[in-house]
Structures are given as C-alpha cells and as structure tokens.
C-alpha cells in the first residue's frame, strides 16, 4: 500500500501462508500510508522474511490504535503486529500472539527503526537470535520506545530480552516482566545493549559504534543462560551506551548483577525508590504502594504489574540447600553413633565368674538372668 489509509478494519480467523512480505492486513505500507482501528485475529505462516499480524514491512508510516490476536511464525523480521518497520510511528496498539520465528523476532516487531509509544505485548515469542518481548532488533539514532511494556514470556539462544533483543537505540519509560530464558546476551530487559565492530574499506579500518540507551525503565521476569559473564538482571550484554535510573528486581530475577541497579522486592514496592530517582509520577508513572510495581498512567487496572504469590525461586533454592545440608549432618551424627542391639540380644550386668562346665577353667562369666559365657572356649548357656 503506497500513501494509502485503512480505517476501522476487523478481519477474524484468518489463515494466511505465504513467502516474504506477509501481513493480516497488507504485506507492504509506504510512503505515509496510515492504519487505525485494524484488528486482525487469526495465524500468519510464512517461511521467509518481513511477516507480521498486521502489517510485513512498514516504512515512513504510521500504524495506531491497532492489534494483532492469535499466532505468527517466519524465518527473519517476524513481529506480532509489524515484521519490520523503517520510520514512522506506532501508537497505542499491541500484539496478544504466540511469535515463532529465528532471527529478529518481537512480540510486537521484529525489526525496528522507528518510534513506538503506549505500546505493549502479551503471549510468548520463541527464537534464536535477537529476540525481544517487544522488539527482536531496536536500532540506531531513530529508534525510540516510550510509554512500552511487555509481559510475555521469551526464549532464545543468543540476544534475548524481556522487551528488547538487541537495542542501539533508545528506551525510555518501559519495563518488560515476563521470563526470559536463553544461552547468552540474556537480560530480563535487553539482551545486548550497543554494539561495536570493525570495518575494512581494504585502505583503512574504522571501528564503528552503535550505543543503546536505557532511561527510566525496570524489569523483574526471571532471567536464565548458560553464560553467566553475559547474562543479567536488566541488561545481558553491555557494550556501549547508558543506562540511567533503571531498576531490576533481583529477588523475581534470581539474579544479582547486571548494569543499572538491583533491588529487593520490597524495594521496587515502594514508591520512594523511583521517585528519589528522578521518575515523573505526575504525567507518566504510578502504583499502589507495597502492591504492584510502577505502571503506565494509561494503563488498565487489570493489566497493572504485581509481583507473583509464593517464594522467590532463589528462596526455594536457599531452602533445598539447607535441607540438604541438614540431612547430611543427621547422616554423619548418626553414623558416628554406637548402634545399640536388639533387646532381645542385649546382655544384662554381669554378677560373678565360676568354672565352665566345659573346658573347667574359671572364665564362666555368670549374669543376673542366669545367663553366661565363657571367654576361654566360647561355651554359653541361657538364662
């Protein structure tokens, strides 16, 4: 679609397969096109690239007030509302959906380079490089993510986030709170924040950079890989960029290093702590104090983050620990200890000695029971 608008589209249960550049709505906008009030509910399966709930690939558009429901799969670019997106904005729209894919893959995009606002995902993402609760690839000066968050669940392999796979952009007044299981470049955030590499013009070689930055924003799903060096409560991989006033809960996370700051349950409970930071609780945050953590003012009640009932897993951990290390003690206390007979082969308290009646030597220990035995030939006789 080339400078074109759709306006209040719903379209249900659809199946669609197709090869690259596949969306519920269209495959392509450009050029300023505008979609608002779409709804699309159904499963896009596609085998290649640029595939999203709504919209494949968007560039110098804008999509607002707009959701994808159900399941979309690819290989590369797969996002549950946009696979990829070039300039323009997303505003006010999220993506409910089951996302399966490999390489920048997003609950709500894929493949980022534009501005996304009151914005949020719920469901689970699956796949292998670069993926993110909301965003798989977050890049570069034009990528901005305000007013976001993101509950779903996310597994990958390497750049893993809970809202960003791998973010040089920027982030601002956003948390993510679902798990995030991968091997490395994992965080409860972002999985790598930055890059740096270096290119060779055959004449000369130039290390370029890339920064992400992280502003106002916190995480607290629980946070698994393999590489520890590369894995965190809120960032995974740190290479170039800053990260200010953010927070991790290290107790949900079970994970107490990272860049930005760690704090306790109880802490991200409290308003104090974002406040004392520099949050604005005026216009953009608020929570209910030692209840939920802070949510977006446009927020519905029934979406608002509360931390989960029951123990820590770290806490379950500790426990099991010190259970063991308690069995453990009784095992070796008891080892230590002499084993008592059984009463019926206890002996009783010896009275005298007399001859044996057997070898005549005067080794017959006699008993209070009646009963003996001789030391010398080993002849007893019962009480």
Same mark, same amino acid.
């Given at each position: 679609?080339?400078?074109?608008?759709?306006?209040?589209?719903?379209?249900?249960?659809?199946?669609?397969?197709?090869?690259?550049?596949?969306?519920?709505?269209?495959?392509?906008?450009?050029?300023?096109? /505008?979609?608002?009030?779409?709804?699309?509910?159904?499963?896009?399966?596609?085998?290649?690239? /640029?595939?999203?709930?709504?919209?494949?690939? #968007?560039?110098?558009?804008?999509?607002? =007030?707009?959701?994808?429901?159900?399941?979309?799969?690819?290989?590369?670019?797969? $996002?549950?509302?946009?696979?990829?997106?070039?300039?323009? !904005?997303?505003?006010?729209?999220?993506? #409910?959906?089951?996302?399966?894919?490999?390489?920048? &893959?997003?609950?709500? &995009?894929?493949?980022?380079?534009?501005?996304?606002?009151?914005?949020?995902?719920?469901?689970?993402?699956?796949?292998?490089?670069?993926?993110?609760?909301?965003?798989?690839?977050?890049?570069?000066?034009?990528?901005?993510? *305000?007013?976001?968050?993101?509950?779903? @669940?996310?597994?990958?392999?390497?750049?893993?986030?809970?809202?960003?796979?791998? =973010?040089?952009?920027?982030? #601002? @007044?956003s948390y993510a709170t679902g798990d995030v299981n991968g091997t490395e470049k994992v965080g409860g955030l972002v999985g790598q924040l930055g890059d740096r590499f270096k290119v060779d013009f055959g004449w000369d070689e130039h290390i370029v950079e890339y920064p992400g930055n992280i502003e106002s924003s916190y995480s607290v799903g629980m946070v698994s890989g393999d590489h520890n060096? *590369?894995?965190?409560?809120?960032?995974?991989?740190?290479?170039?960029?800053?990260?200010?006033?953010? +927070?991790? @809960?290290?107790?949900?996370?079970?994970?107490?290093?990272?860049?930005?700051? $760690?704090?306790?349950?109880?802490?991200?409970?409290?308003?104090?702590?974002?406040?004392?930071?520099?949050? @604005?609780?005026?216009?953009?945050?608020?929570?209910?104090?030692? !209840?939920?953590?802070?949510?977006?003012?446009?927020?519905?009640?029934?979406?608002?983050?509360?931390? !989960?009932?029951?123990?820590?897993?770290?806490?379950?951990?500790?426990?099991?620990?010190?259970?063991?290390?308690?069995?453990?003690? &009784?095992?070796?206390?008891?080892?230590?200890?002499?084993?008592?007979?059984?009463?019926?082969?206890?002996?009783?308290?010896?009275? !005298?000695?007399?001859?044996?009646?057997?070898?005549?030597?005067? *080794? +017959?220990?006699?008993?209070?029971?009646?009963?003996?035995?001789?030391?010398?030939?080993?002849?007893?006789?019962?009480?």
């Amino acid at each position: 679609m080339d400078r074109g608008d759709i306006s209040n589209l719903s379209l249900q249960n659809v199946q669609i397969e197709g090869n690259e550049l596949v969306g519920g709505i269209a495959g392509n906008i450009k050029n300023g096109s /505008r979609i608002q009030g779409a709804q699309v509910r159904g499963q896009i399966i596609v085998n290649n690239w /640029r595939v999203g709930g709504l919209v494949g690939r #968007s560039e110098y558009s804008t999509i607002e =007030n707009s959701y994808a429901e159900g399941r979309t799969s690819g290989y590369r670019k797969v $996002g549950g509302l946009v696979g990829e997106r070039r300039l323009g !904005e997303i505003v006010n729209s999220y993506a #409910s959906v089951e996302v399966f894919g490999e390489h920048e &893959i997003g609950g709500l &995009i894929g493949y980022n380079i534009g501005m996304v606002s009151e914005s949020y995902f719920t469901g689970q993402v699956i796949g292998n490089r670069r993926v993110g609760g909301l965003i798989g690839w977050n890049g570069r000066l034009k990528a901005r993510i *305000t007013f976001c968050y993101a509950t779903g @669940d996310v597994n990958g392999i390497e750049k893993v986030g809970g809202l960003i796979g791998e =973010n040089q952009g920027n982030v #601002s @007044d956003s948390y993510a709170t679902g798990d995030v299981n991968g091997t490395e470049k994992v965080g409860g955030l972002v999985g790598q924040l930055g890059d740096r590499f270096k290119v060779d013009f055959g004449w000369d070689e130039h290390i370029v950079e890339y920064p992400g930055n992280i502003e106002s924003s916190y995480s607290v799903g629980m946070v698994s890989g393999d590489h520890n060096i *590369t894995v965190g409560g809120l960032v995974g991989q740190y290479v170039i960029g800053d990260v200010n006033n953010s +927070f991790w @809960d290290k107790e949900s996370s079970s994970w107490w290093s990272s860049a930005g700051t $760690g704090l306790n349950t109880d802490e991200m409970l409290k308003k104090d702590t974002f406040i004392d930071a520099g949050w @604005d609780f005026e216009e953009t945050w608020d929570m209910i104090e030692g !209840e939920t953590y802070p949510f977006l003012q446009w927020q519905e009640e029934d979406t608002y983050p509360r931390p !989960e009932k029951g123990f820590p897993v770290w806490t379950i951990w500790l426990i099991l620990i010190a259970a063991g290390i308690v069995m453990f003690l &009784i095992h070796h206390i008891k080892k230590g200890e002499p084993e008592l007979e059984d009463e019926s082969t206890q002996k009783t308290i010896q009275i !005298e000695t007399e001859e044996c009646p057997k070898c005549e030597e005067n *080794t +017959f220990e006699v008993y209070d029971d009646g009963s003996g035995i001789c030391e010398s030939c080993g002849h007893t006789r019962k009480g």
